[in-house]
């Protein structure tokens, strides 16, 4: 009987010790989002070095934090800790209208979100390789100009530049100030060579109503954007052939377009559609490079930027502003040009297309027809539009008339330009084509659109998939020998 107890009192002491350990096992297992980011880089990433530098520990809340190796630059100054949540919507947070933008070149990216704060924003953007969890140095903030909105009662807008970005470099970025921080994401740049890759994608025009009502605009839109990221692995910008939203004074349309936490690790380029115009909302939501206005007192929204990406020149016109084609948007392309003489590739990006294979869009082809006489002298080699809600490639043109038929999937030292029209990315809406005489194809698929275009200092292929089965719908390359 006494051994008998004995060995009770052993197995119930046994059993008390192993409960206590399985509960500080639980206690310990908790949700890493830093550390989950981390993972989801290793898995974008497949080089030993980038897996590496994806490694990263949560250290407990009390322990001191370890030192960094000395060869890893981890930053000075103050250290900033930020809540340890990673890729969640941002307005879960109590930030709005998150949105990462191209910058004057491939080495800047420019940033805008909204704060209820009306003290300075900045943000905080670090290398992946030197995070220690959800810490950031002050030696990597860079501080945001902050002005009321006038578009959204009781917040702030915040915009800021980020300079100086390597290539091919994995980033941990934050945005807010000590009042709020945003979620941590991921940026990836992509190499700084003179051989790219960048998407492109017409007419998002979220929140515009469709005849179908069950179908989920932003959801569509959420499934091009991941595809993109999940095809172009090495991704550089998406750009946007314009009417971004179906409102253009809705801040709701704004959300549908830009709550999608994959945008915000791809920068975005987008051109102003007829949608887009008017009021601050567009000049507000977006941070663009280069931002040329027509006269001080004009409406914020009639501007044309640039920027250089690896020696290729992008030249995005606003096709709104029919007035002023001679005296405003053919001075910011001969400008623009001057600045870069040696641009291997000038590409013109405006949302009305000059070549129109829609019924009701003829008198808007017509208006921007005015534009092609300084793109060609400026030496503009693609021109990308939207706006007619289907897909078209034309012949290669010089003037309004045919230069050289363009039958098969290339062409070889072009004389003259030819131009893409990109169709819905949102598959809210597609019109019917009646044709037209200057394209090679003219056609509503049906589906959402996407293109990925490949640059080389030799060639620039544009592949257009549907985003909803990634097949192939068109294929073209310009070659220069």
Same mark, same amino acid.
């Given at each position: 009987?006494?051994?008998?107890?004995?060995?009770?009192?052993?197995?119930?002491?046994?059993?008390?010790?192993?409960?206590?350990?399985?509960?500080?096992?639980? +206690?310990?297992?908790?949700?890493?989002?830093?550390?989950?980011?981390?993972?989801?880089?290793?898995?974008?990433?497949?080089?030993?070095?980038?897996?590496?530098?994806?490694?990263?520990?949560?250290?407990?809340?009390?322990?001191?934090?370890?030192?960094?190796?000395?060869?890893?630059?981890?930053?000075?100054?103050?250290?900033?800790?930020?809540?340890?949540?990673?890729?969640?919507?941002?307005? !879960?947070?109590?930030?709005?209208?998150?949105?990462?933008?191209?910058?004057?070149?491939?080495?800047?990216?420019?940033?805008?979100?909204?704060?209820?704060?009306?003290?300075?924003?900045?943000?905080?953007?670090?290398?992946?390789?030197?995070?220690?969890?959800?810490?950031?140095?002050?030696?990597?903030?860079?501080?945001?100009?902050?002005?009321?909105? !006038?578009?959204?009662?009781?917040?702030?807008? %915040?915009?800021?530049?980020?300079?100086?970005?390597?290539?091919?470099?994995?980033?941990?970025?934050?945005?807010?100030?000590?009042?709020?921080?945003?979620?941590?994401?991921?940026? !990836? &740049?992509?190499?700084?060579?003179?051989?790219?890759?960048?998407?492109?994608?017409?007419?998002?025009?979220?929140?515009?109503?469709?005849?179908?009502?069950?179908?989920?605009?932003?959801?569509?839109?959420?499934?091009?954007?991941?595809?993109?990221?999940?095809?172009?692995?090495?991704?550089?910008?998406?750009?946007?052939?314009?009417?971004?939203?179906?409102?253009?004074?809705? %801040?709701?349309?704004?959300?549908?377009?830009? %709550?999608?936490?994959?945008?915000?690790?791809?920068?975005?380029?987008?051109?102003?559609?007829?949608?887009?115009?008017?009021?601050?909302?567009?000049?507000?939501?977006?941070?663009?490079?280069?931002?040329?206005?027509?006269?001080? +007192?004009?409406?914020?929204?009639?501007?044309?930027?640039?920027?250089?990406? %690896?020696?290729?020149?992008?030249?995005?016109?606003?096709?709104?502003?029919?007035?002023?084609?001679?005296?405003?948007?053919?001075?910011?392309?001969?400008?623009?040009?001057?600045?870069?003489?040696?641009?291997?590739?000038?590409?013109?990006?405006?949302?009305?297309?000059?070549?129109?294979?829609?019924?009701?869009?003829?008198?808007?082809?017509?208006?921007?027809?005015?534009?092609?006489?300084?793109?060609?002298?400026?030496?503009?080699?693609?021109?990308?539009?939207?706006?007619?809600?289907?897909?078209?490639?034309?012949?290669?043109?010089?003037?309004?008339?045919?230069?050289? !038929?363009?039958?098969?999937?290339?062409?070889?030292?072009?004389?003259?330009?030819?131009?893409?029209?990109?169709?819905?990315?949102?598959?809210?809406?597609?019109?019917?084509?009646?044709?037209?005489?200057?394209?090679?194809?003219?056609?509503?698929?049906?589906?959402?659109?996407?293109?990925?275009?490949?640059?080389?200092?030799?060639?620039?292929?544009?592949?257009?998939?549907?985003?909803? &089965?990634?097949?192939?719908?068109?294929?073209?390359?310009?070659?220069?020998?």
């Amino acid at each position: 009987m006494k051994r008998i107890g004995l060995t009770a009192i052993l197995l119930c002491f046994l059993l008390t010790f192993m409960v206590g350990c399985s509960q500080k096992a639980d +206690d310990v297992n908790i949700e890493q989002p830093v550390e989950q980011a981390k993972e989801q880089t290793t898995e974008e990433n497949t080089s030993v070095e980038e897996q590496a530098e994806a490694t990263v520990q949560k250290p407990a809340a009390e322990a001191e934090v370890p030192a960094a190796e000395e060869t890893l630059a981890v930053g000075s100054g103050e250290i900033i800790t930020v809540p340890a949540v990673a890729n969640e919507v941002v307005e !879960k947070t109590g930030l709005k209208y998150l949105s990462v933008e191209v910058g004057k070149t491939e080495a800047e990216r420019n940033f805008v979100w909204y704060s209820k704060s009306a003290s300075d924003g900045m943000v905080l953007m670090q290398e992946a390789s030197t995070m220690e969890s959800n810490l950031f140095y002050t030696s990597n903030s860079t501080a945001a100009k902050t002005k009321e909105s !006038k578009t959204e009662e009781g917040y702030y807008v %915040n915009k800021a530049t980020v300079s100086n970005l390597k290539p091919s470099t994995t980033y941990y970025y934050v945005v807010g100030n000590s009042e709020g921080w945003s979620p941590i994401y991921t940026y !990836k &740049t992509s190499s700084f060579d003179t051989s790219f890759s960048f998407a492109a994608v017409g007419d998002p025009e979220m929140g515009i109503g469709t005849d179908d009502e069950g179908l989920d605009q932003m959801g569509i839109f959420d499934n091009t954007i991941n595809k993109i990221k999940e095809q172009i692995q090495d991704v550089a910008f998406l750009l946007s052939t314009g009417d971004q939203v179906g409102i253009n004074d809705s %801040n709701d349309d704004y959300a549908s377009l830009l %709550n999608h936490v994959g945008l915000y690790s791809l920068a975005f380029a987008p051109t102003i559609g007829n949608h887009d115009v008017g009021g601050s909302h567009f000049k507000e939501h977006f941070n663009l490079p280069n931002f040329n206005k027509i006269e001080p +007192d004009a409406d914020v929204t009639n501007d044309d930027y640039y920027f250089s990406y %690896n020696g290729v020149l992008f030249l995005m016109i606003n096709s709104n502003n029919g007035s002023d084609y001679d005296d405003y948007h053919k001075k910011f392309v001969e400008e623009a040009s001057a600045q870069y003489p040696d641009a291997t590739w000038k590409v013109a990006v405006f949302h009305f297309p000059p070549f129109s294979a829609v019924e009701k869009n003829q008198n808007d082809a017509a208006s921007v027809q005015e534009l092609i006489p300084f793109l060609e002298e400026a030496g503009v080699d693609v021109v990308l539009n939207g706006h007619d809600q289907l897909f078209s490639r034309t012949h290669v043109m010089k003037g309004t008339s045919i230069s050289q !038929k363009t039958d098969g999937s290339s062409v070889t030292n072009p004389d003259g330009i030819v131009y893409f029209t990109l169709s819905s990315s949102s598959g809210n809406l597609f019109h019917e084509s009646i044709g037209n005489p200057n394209a090679v194809k003219t056609e509503a698929s049906g589906h959402p659109q996407a293109s990925r275009i490949d640059v080389t200092p030799t060639s620039f292929k544009v592949t257009t998939y549907n985003t909803d &089965t990634w097949e192939v719908y068109d294929e073209f390359s310009i070659i220069k020998e």
